[in-house]
């Protein structure tokens, strides 16, 4: 099954070549994938699936869209 990934701000580094049509596993989570780009736990801060925000532990289906968000300070 395949996905979209869009990694904003600092965690665009981390964006895959093949991002708009990404390989994952069934059952794969949110989470995992951050894992499996390289993304530190701790640089991450919001992830949203197709426009809705999702927890790490949510699973990922085939065809979704998913938006990886670091926090992001302002003054």
Known sequence: MNIAIQCFATLSRFTPPD???FAV???ETAGQLAARLGI???DLKLVFVNGVHVELDAPLQDGDRVGLFPAIGGG
Do not use: C, H, L, V
Request: proline share 33%; charged share 10%.
């Open 19 to 21: 991002s708009a049509s």
């Open 40 to 42: 530190p736990p701790e």
């Open 25 to 27: 596993s069934p059952g």
